[in-house]
């Protein structure tokens, strides 16, 4: 009697069917859509609840001409986009301000990246310009503003200048190290192999300078949109800071926080294309995706 009680007992339990390879993917694809869906999901919550609780807090407690409230910002950056600003058209400001940023990214991010890797492979050089780069680098940003102000006017040139220098040490020390970093011994066996100085840069040390390059990137747009930022608060006839610089003389709390909603949304989209481009560029590297780290 046990054992057909067995026999049943067998029978009632389903027999595991080997999954497919196809069957396997979709799986994963879709538990990969459902984390998704959930972050996203809590992330919007989060949005919701940080908003809710301000336009409450600012409509029963708080002076809103002080703190503003979602409400107004809203509506500041509706007149804004519809109707324009009192400096013209709300896309000539973002269109000035990015290109005061992309300018001057690039050229500080080129010559950060060419002086960092020279003087990383220099250890006398390095040592006879240390003092000079860390005296530059001290010197506070905002009085090199002004100066840029003085000697180049108020148009594009300034913001460009201040924007250099802010990016410009964010990449170089990074691809300073990046050079450094480059194992000793490939560079030995690349030179008992015949290859000169500039193969050995050119091959081996930038390869290698790389990822280092490219992490400094994300911090050094952000930078440079501080920069260009910077620029206009100090002096200029059209930008986002000079929005922002005109909302904070007219107590127009409102304004600042428009202009800085579309600064952060610049900035997120350059983030995007920067991570892009660095997931391109080291399709050689090995996965970071299982590392754990969201940030």
């Known amino acids: 009697m046990s054992h057909n009680l067995l026999e049943k007992g067998s029978a009632a339990t389903p027999v595991p069917e080997n999954e497919t390879e196809e069957q396997i993917l979709t799986r994963v694809r879709t538990n990969v859509r459902r984390a998704r869906i959930r972050t996203w999901g809590l992330r919007l919550a989060l949005v919701a609840l940080w908003l809710g609780s301000w336009e409450l807090t600012a409509t029963l407690w708080i002076d809103p001409f002080f703190y503003s409230k979602p409400s107004l910002i809203w509506d500041r950056l509706v007149e804004w986009f519809t109707e324009g600003t009192q400096f013209g058209s ?20 080129v010559a950060g990246v060419v002086l960092g890797t020279l ?27 002004a100066l840029f102000i003085i000697w180049f006017g108020l148009g594009l040139s300034s913001k460009v200048a201040t924007v250099v220098v802010l990016v410009f040490f964010a990449v170089f020390f990074n691809a300073f190290t990046g050079a450094r ?14 290859a000169g100085k500039r193969q050995v840069l050119t091959a081996i040390v930038l390869p290698s300078a790389t990822t ?17 930022v910077v620029g206009e608060y ?10 922002i610089s005109n909302a904070q003389g007219t107590f ?33 590297r090995p996965s970071q995706a299982t590392s754990g780290h969201g940030i």
Do not use: C
């Open 234 to 243: 100090a002096g200029a006839s059209k930008g986002l800071g000079l929005l």
């Open 119 to 145: 003087l990383g492979r220099s250890r006398y050089w390095a040592d006879v310009l240390a003092p000079f780069i860390k005296a530059l680098n001290a010197v506070p940003r905002i009085v090199l503003a």
């Open 90 to 109: 709300i896309w000539l400001q973002i269109f000035t301000t990015v290109q005061e940023a992309v300018l001057g990214f690039l050229i500080g991010a």
């Open 212 to 228: 280092w390059i490219l992490s400094s990137l994300h911090t050094a747009f952000g930078f440079a949109l501080i920069g260009a």
């Open 252 to 284: 127009d709390s409102a304004g600042i926080y428009a202009g800085m909603i579309i600064i952060t949304v610049i900035a997120l989209l350059a983030e995007w294309a920067i991570g892009f481009a660095e997931g391109k560029l080291l399709k050689w």
């Open 181 to 194: 970093e480059v194992d000793g011994n490939v560079i030995n066996n690349a030179r008992i192999l015949g």
